[in-house]
């Protein structure tokens, strides 16, 4: 069996010997989103150190911990801090938490991040849908032997993100008098900011948003069969736009600073994906 299958069985069990709770949505909790918790009837709560084989974050303000719970009933298991690829792991580690929380039942796979805002009519506070992605600068979290147990070696990505779901958000952001851009994502590996002059090729790519996560979940959740939404807050506008240097702590205040109006929509979606 497949060693990256193996350290996924592995996990799996550790959680298992620790609750039995079944998700329904799988919740990866970007920048902004620290706090989600408060949202959440939390029932169980296992930091990622405490399971053996689990890459742990090192990023500040990554706090690393699986939360499951309920969100307007609707049970979620939520990764509050992901991994990202340019701490050093292997792209199949990055993406492991999010194909754990596959393989503990959840369906649903919705990723949020912050990202810079590339589109001229993005400012930042802006949250923006992820209509399609760009994961062309990032390796695959499929190279290697294919995974049988998970999906099909050549998996179809023309639908990574859920168009039935898209309106559901679009429905509800509109219900909640939410303004909600839509775009494409593109992954750059991090963990340096973009150049102008790669922000401009990228906008000629289609490009509409960068950020260091999110795509390569995004391929790993739909090679195993799960539904994908995705939801950027634009924290920043991307390198070259404003003649002023991209700091984390800029992403980080602008995520905060629109906390509330994230939490909102992530709650509103949930609750409808519950009818799903
Ligand atoms: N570039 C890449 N990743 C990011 C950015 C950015 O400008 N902002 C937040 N995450």
Redesign the pocket.
Known sequence: MDKRYVKLIEALAQIRERTSFVPKVALVLG?GLGGYARNMEVEAEIPYSEIKGFPVSTVQGHDGRFLFGTVSGVPVAAMKGRVHYYEGYDISDVVMPARLMGLMGAKVLFLT?????IDLSFSPGDLMLIRDHISSFVPSPLIGPNIEELGTRFPDMGKVYDPEIRELVKRVAAEEGIDLKEGVYLQ?T?PQ??TPAE?KAYRLLGAS?????TAVEAIAANHMGLKVLGVS???????GILDQP?T?A??QET?DRVAAKFEKLVTGVIKELGEL
């Open positions: 920048s991040n912050a990202a810079g805002g750059a991090g900011f973009e922000i948003a960068v950020g260091m996560s807050c634009i924290s920043n506008m991307a390198a991209l984390h800029e992403v995520a």
